[in-house]
């Protein structure tokens, strides 16, 4: 997705939840992942918006719509941004 989509505006944000950056940080490097990884040590942020299970991805658009929620990667991701040209396109 980063690298298909950042050209258009696609920002992706990774949150680690409760896992140290010293166990975290030789993955990034091993998988080459360029966009930022967040860490959130104590689980807060993941409880303040009730996350149920790992990984989760939200697909939001500009102005915060919500265009996915899901436990997996949507395979529509295409359809999704096609559907949401204009203001809402990421």
Do not use: H
């Not at 998988?31 to 303040?48: C, H, K, N, T, W």
């Not at 790992?54 to 949507?74: M, R």
């Amino acid at each position: 997705w980063y690298d298909r989509y950042s050209s258009k505006g696609l920002k992706i944000l990774a949150v680690n939840v409760q896992e140290s950056p010293s166990k975290v940080i030789p993955f990034i490097r091993q998988e080459e992942i360029r966009y930022p990884v967040l860490f959130d040590e104590q689980g807060s942020v993941a409880s303040l918006y009730g996350l149920m299970g790992l990984p989760t991805i939200i697909l939001l658009a500009k102005g915060g719509k919500i265009l996915y929620y899901g436990f997996s990667l949507p395979a529509q991701i295409d359809d999704l941004l096609l559907e949401n040209q204009g203001d809402n396109r990421p």
